[in-house]
Structures are given as structure tokens and as C-alpha cells.
């Protein structure tokens, strides 16, 4: 089965630092790769998606994500971190297509506290 | 995206009882998933919500404990039975357009078992 790992569980940066999260996933079949954001008090958000085509995506707020097939990572990367980027992280990695539509896995979180 | 719904946003519940969360969507979907976060970890999918039949239920997440309706395309329920501490979560409802497409989460459901 599927399993997807976020190599941070608590990262701390301050503003205008570069920013780069792992997520490796375990199967290397066709899949689906997502980040979700969830501010501090708010739910879960889509921060930007990867379904085929160019490898590297961008999503909201400036933040982008590389695929690699040949490594199974979905790195998310920010040039430049802002207070308001203070946040979990979480990857997730669709598993085999079913009948039943995509079941998300996902990774373990990664906790981000900007200082400003 | 669609706008989801959960109600009760939080509850705190007796050891033994059951709560049953709401989730609503703004507009039809066709597909529905119930997650679990326990306090400290990520998701894990607890099943899909399939109209007008059974759920599909993940490995080691069984009927009796989480029964889940789903009268139409646009609401489902999901129960938590014979409650005990370690149920003790945030319940998420996702959403997605296609049975192949994006999931979209509601606030949670944050439940306390005393």
C-alpha cells in the first residue's frame, strides 16, 4: 500500500528564508500529488496539485512543488517565507485509481513557524 | 471549489454514547470521504460515502463503529458508535467533482470522549 514521508515534522525559519519541505511517496505507479496547507485555526486547504505535465507546479501564494518520478518526491519549495506563511504542511499522494475514486494518503505534517 | 460544511463543529460525549456529524455541501458531487485525524497524527481515510448504497470502508475501520449515510449528492452523515477515549479526533468530510478529481476538506469535527 501507499505510504508518503514528510522528513520534518517542525521547521523554523525566519522571514525571507528559502523554504523546502521533503515528501517522498513508496509507490511508483501513475499517481496524483497534493500539498494542503492548514493555517492556525483554519481547515484544510489545497495549496497546489500535480496530475500530469509539467513537473514543476506552482500553487498559491508563491509556494511551488517539484516532481521527480525517478526519486518518488513532491519537494514544495518558497523562495522567501513570510510570517503569514506560519502553518502545517501536509503531502499527500493519491493511491491506485479505483472504481471507488482516489484515496489520499498522507504524509505525517510538517509544522512551519516563521520568526518575524 | 465547493463550500462544505460540518456540524457539529465540536462536541465532548460520554463514554458509550454515539455522535453523528453532518456534512453539507454547497453543490452536487460525486464523491464523499470521511477522514479521521487523531491528536498528533496525519489523515487517515476512514471510508467513501457512496449515494445510495454501502460505504467503502478502509482496513481496520468497520461498519458497526462508523455507520455513514449518504441520501443524495450533496449531504452525508457519519457516526461514531459506542464512543470511548480513543475515538476522541477531528472528523473531516472531504468532496471531490469526478471520482478522479481534487478533494476538498471541511473545518473538522473536533470530538472529545470523556
Known amino acids: 500500500a501507499q505510504s508518503v514521508s514528510q522528513h520534518n515534522h517542525h521547521v523554523i525559519l525566519s522571514e525571507a528564508a528559502s523554504l523546502e519541505l521533503g515528501c517522498n511517496y513508496s509507490y511508483g505507479g501513475t499517481v496524483n500529488l497534493f500539498w494542503y496547507v492548514q493555517y492556525p485555526g483554519q481547515h484544510l486547504q489545497l495549496l497546489l496539485k500535480?496530475?500530469?505535465?509539467?513537473?514543476l507546479v506552482k500553487g498559491i501564494k508563491g509556494f511551488e512543488a517539484e516532481f521527480i518520478k525517478s526519486k518518488f518526491s513532491f519537494n514544495l519549495r518558497k523562495p522567501s517565507v513570510q510570517w503569514s506563511d506560519t502553518a502545517e504542511y501536509f503531502c499527500?499522494?493519491?493511491?491506485?485509481?479505483?472504481?471507488?475514486?482516489?484515496?489520499?494518503?498522507f504524509g505525517a505534517g510538517t509544522i512551519l513557524r516563521v520568526k518575524s | 471549489s465547493a463550500v462544505i460544511s460540518q456540524k457539529p463543529s465540536r462536541d465532548i460525549c460520554q463514554r458509550g454514547t454515539s455522535l453523528t456529524i453532518q456534512c453539507q455541501v454547497d453543490s452536487q458531487v460525486t464523491m464523499m470521504f470521511w477522514y479521521r485525524q487523531q491528536p498528533g497524527q496525519s489523515l487517515t481515510l476512514i471510508a467513501t460515502?457512496?449515494?445510495?448504497?454501502?460505504?467503502?470502508?478502509e482496513s481496520g475501520f468497520v461498519i458497526d463503529k462508523f455507520p455513514i449515510s449518504r441520501p443524495n449528492l450533496t449531504f452525508s452523515t457519519l457516526t461514531v458508535s459506542n464512543l470511548s477515549p480513543e475515538d476522541s479526533s477531528i472528523y473531516l468530510c472531504?468532496?471531490?467533482?469526478?471520482?478522479?478529481?481534487?478533494?476538498?476538506f471541511g473545518p473538522g469535527t473536533r470530538l472529545t470522549v470523556l
Open positions: 499527500a499522494v493519491n493511491d491506485l485509481p479505483r472504481e471507488y475514486g482516489n484515496k489520499l494518503v
Open positions: 472531504s468532496v471531490s467533482r469526478e471520482i478522479t478529481d481534487t478533494q476538498y
Open positions: 460515502a457512496n449515494q445510495g448504497s454501502e460505504a467503502t470502508y
Open positions: 500535480y496530475f500530469s505535465g509539467d513537473p
